[in-house]
Nanobody, 124 residues
Framework: QVQLVEAGGGLVQAGGSLRLSCAASGRTFGGNAKGWFRQAPGKEREFVAAVDGDGRKTVTADSVKGRFTISGDNAKNMMYLQMNSLQLNDTAVYYC?????????????????WGQGTQVTVSS
């Protein structure tokens, strides 16, 4: 079983940067595809970015492309989301997730393990 814990959220001014981390415990995190999702109040959970199990392929949502970068360190059981040029509509609870396969997925239903979320609030 995999347990995920996000950290790094907080208040940031528009145009600023923030780095989120996801720490995993358990024995199935390494080698599996991982992703970041976010959910704003009154909205569905949406895909942000994902990386495959061997770290060779990444997929990023159009809404954050060029601003957010996903990365991971399987040796440390860690995953990161570097967020630059933050905008007001980036405000959301951000979740990290992992799935049982190597290949990436962009839909939340394909992920089995989820963190508790970390709040990111972007102010003007």
């Amino acid at each position: 079983q995999v347990q995920l814990v996000e950290a790094g959220g907080g208040l940031v001014q528009a145009g600023g940067s923030l780095r989120l981390s996801c720490a995993a415990s358990g024995r199935t995190f390494g080698g599996n595809a991982k992703g970041w999702f976010r959910q704003a109040p009154g909205k569905e959970r949406e895909f942000v970015a994902a990386v495959d199990g061997d770290g060779r392929k990444t997929v990023t949502a159009d809404s954050v492309k060029g601003r957010f970068t996903i990365s991971g360190d399987n040796a440390k059981n860690m995953m990161y989301l570097q967020m630059n040029s933050l905008q007001l509509n980036d405000t959301a609870v951000y979740y990290c997730a992992a799935r049982a396969w190597v290949n990436v997925a962009t839909e939340s239903r394909h992920y089995e393990y989820w963190g508790q979320g970390t709040q990111v609030t972007v102010s003007s």
